[in-house]
Structure formats: C-alpha cells, structure tokens
C-alpha cells in the first residue's frame, strides 16, 4: 500500500486485533493496555506525524528478492527453534514452575489484592516497573527535546483566535458529544487508576485512558485552547513528579528500616504498608503516563501548526 | 502433535511480516509501522507462553484453582506502554528527518548526504 493513511489505520485494526487475541489468552490486564495505546495513542501518534511527512510513500522498495531470502531464512529457523517448545496451554511446562507458583499462591497472604498482575508488577517487581517508568519519562524528554517549538506570543494569540471561530461555527455536534463524555472518559481513567488492586487496570492503564480524554479534547477544541486548559509547565513537572513519588516511597521504606521498594514497613501490617505502597507507586506510575502521552500529543501538534 | 506448537507459528509469521516492512522499505514511517508488528509478535509469544489450558485469568477468586501465569502478563503490560513512548521518539525522529531534507524516504536523504561530501 503505497498510501500512509490506510496502513496506519490498517495499524490501529491490528492493535484491537491483538488486545482481543490477548483476551483470549486469559490476559485481561495485556489486553485493556494493548486496546487503548495499539489501538488508540499509538494510531494517532502515526497519523499526526503523517500530517507532518506527507502521506504518500514514493520510493522503490530496494532488493524485495533478497529481503524476502533473509526473512524466510529467519522464519524458517525459528521455526525450527520452536520444535523442542511445550505445547500452547500445557500446564508443566518449566515457565510455569518457577516463581509463578509462589506469585498464584501466596500473593493474597502477603500482599492481600486479588488481582495478582498488579501485586506482582508493583510489590513482587516493583523495582522493575520503576525501571519501565523512568524509560517513559526519558522518551517524553526525548520528543520534547526534538519538537519543542518556543512560541512568540503574538502569533499564539491569532491562531487561538482563529482557531475558536473555527471551532465555533464547525463540529457543532462533536463539539457537544466531547463536552459530554468527556467527564465520564476522565472518572473512568480514575476508577481503572485506583480499582486496578481489585480488576483488570492499574496505573499503566489509566495514564493512557486519561491522556486520552485530554488529547480527545485538544483535538476536538484545537491545541491552543487545550494549553490555556492543561498548563504545559504543571504537566511536566507532574510527569517528574509521577517519577519522584515512585521513587521516594523506595527511599521512605528504605528509611524506616526495610529495603528500597519493601513496602511492609511503611504501616503498621505488612499487608496494610503493601495496599498503601502499591496504591502510592501505581498513582506515581499513572501520573508520569498521563503527562508523557500529553507532552508527546502537544508537541507533535505544535510542529504541525507552525506558522 | 506438532500441531499444539500452532501458537508459536502464528508469530514467526507475524515477525517475519514486521522484519520484512523494515528491510524492504524504504519509508521511515513503514519502517516505524513494521517494528511496531514486530513488537507486537514479540507481546503474542510472551502471552501465548502464559497460557494454561483450562486456566482462567489471574485474579484470585474463590472456588478458583488454576490460573494463567501472571509474570509474562506484567512483563508485556508495561512492555506495551515503553513501546507506545519509544514509537514517540521514533516518529519524532522521522519529523525532525523530514524537517532537515524535505524527505522521509531513506534513498532520497542518502544522495543528499552524499552529493555534501
């Protein structure tokens, strides 16, 4: 396909394809990441680049005989490397003998939340995750470093104002819809950040739904208006912020005497200090998600509306 | 029966589509598109390792025994939300690319490199 447009939304039906293969698969908390960034963010992350390249590829692919020789070459060999593999579903197989068993059985005693995806991303692995979250962090500075336009004050006013008579004498019925869900999009971004101990969510999740909701707004409203609403400044801090708290309920537990990310320490229980440590790290968690999605939407939009 | 391993075919043939967007194209927004099938292959074949028959997904509840494997599902979950950041940066890239030489086509940047030396 030699039109950029219809392969990035080929992109976005793959990513609801695969969160619903990943349902299938029993991965409940996989599937709902996969359904709002493959399917949602990452989409429209494309599509607004695209708006900036241009949206017809042009080139000749280059050798297609000796690219198709190498890839089946791979192919070919990994799927030789898959003979000696246990079958799909097989319940001995050695990935499930290692330290799953200890996560399935005793997670409820020793950190008492029943889903176990979030006891073991935030209390089993929570050094891990803090890891993941510091990579989010360092790519949103990336794109911010890359596309950060500084804006002269004047020319900012005129496309506001341009921008808002636009909006007012179009999309009359989008504009009424988005004023409408978008309360609903937000509380629900709430209810996955603090029922992920409980179900399917967690902060991961609820970033991305929540940068949504404001993206959808920014979208539906124009960018300037979305700035005058989101300060730019407090949504970097906050993604600091987000990094900072997870960071400092590690060095906090590590000062009341436990080791860093130990949170049995920071109550009276262990199982009391687990629900408190948790639910701090996922909403450190969820707020470095929400602003990175946020920093990265702006500023790609902030190229393409330059004067 | 070799037909059980059906899974880990079914991402071999999801990588090798995603590999061959990357070497075959010169696009750097299809490049960016076939690493992201390629990764998504990559997310398939550690959930399909998950997998137990029977199983149901793992959060606890009562009457309850068997449980899929939770630790290849923290591991995508946020594999997933790292990707989405890393594509960012990518197609930031990509734009700043287009910005420099009116192109994102690989040929067309590579003359103009080379018509500078």
């Known amino acids: ?307 | 029966m070799i037909l059980g391993l059906y899974n880990y075919w079914v991402v071999v043939v999801l990588m090798m589509i995603g590999f061959y967007i990357v070497i075959a194209h010169g696009n750097l927004i299809k490049k960016i598109v076939g690493l992201s099938i390629f990764q998504t292959a990559v997310f398939i074949f550690y959930i399909s390792i998950a997998k137990v028959d029977d199983a149901t997904a793992p959060i606890l509840e009562e009457g309850i025994s068997k449980y899929s494997n939770p630790l290849p599902h923290v591991l995508i979950l946020t594999a997933i939300v790292v990707g989405i950041a890393t594509v960012a940066l990518g197609l930031a890239l990509a734009v700043r690319l287009n910005e420099a030489y009116g192109s994102i086509e690989e040929e067309s940047i590579q003359n103009q490199d080379n018509q500078e030396c």
């Open chain 1, 1 to 307: 396909m030699r039109d950029l447009f219809a392969v990035i939304m080929m992109t976005g039906i793959f990513g609801l394809l695969s969160a619903s293969f990943f349902v299938a698969m029993d991965a409940v908390d996989v599937a709902f990441t996969e359904a709002s960034v493959g399917a949602g963010i990452a989409t429209l992350l494309m599509l607004t680049a695209v708006t900036l390249t241009g949206r017809s590829e042009d080139s000749e692919r280059h050798k297609p005989m000796w690219a198709l020789v190498v890839v089946f070459t791979t192919g070919g060999l990994l799927i030789y490397g898959t003979l000696d593999m246990p079958y799909f579903g097989f319940a001995e197989a050695p990935v499930h003998q290692h330290v799953a068993p200890r996560y399935i059985y005793d997670s409820m005693q020793e950190t008492g939340l029943p889903n176990i995806v979030t006891s073991v991303l935030a209390s089993y692995r929570g050094f891990d995750t803090l890891g993941e979250v510091v990579v989010i962090f360092t790519a949103g500075m990336g794109v911010l470093a890359l596309l950060r336009v500084e804006r002269r004050p004047g020319i900012d006013q005129i496309m506001a104002d341009s921008i808002f008579y636009l909006m007012h004498e179009r999309h009359l019925i989008l504009r009424i819809v988005t004023k409408m869900l978008l309360p609903f999009i937000l509380l629900f971004a709430l209810y996955v950040q603090f029922h992920g101990d409980f179900g399917p969510g967690g902060g991961f999740q609820a970033g991305v739904i929540f940068a949504a909701g404001i993206i959808l707004y920014a979208m539906v409203f124009g960018l300037n208006t979305a700035r005058y609403v989101v300060n730019r400044t407090f949504v970097r801090s906050l993604s600091a912020i987000g990094v900072l708290l997870y960071g400092g309920v590690g060095v906090v537990s590590m000062l009341l005497g436990g080791n860093f990310l130990d949170y049995d320490v920071l109550a009276d229980s262990p199982v009391a200090g687990q629900h408190l440590g948790i639910l701090l790290i996922e909403l450190g968690v969820g707020l470095t998600v929400a602003a990175v999605m946020v920093i990265i939407f702006f500023n790609f939009c902030g190229r393409r509306d330059l004067p």
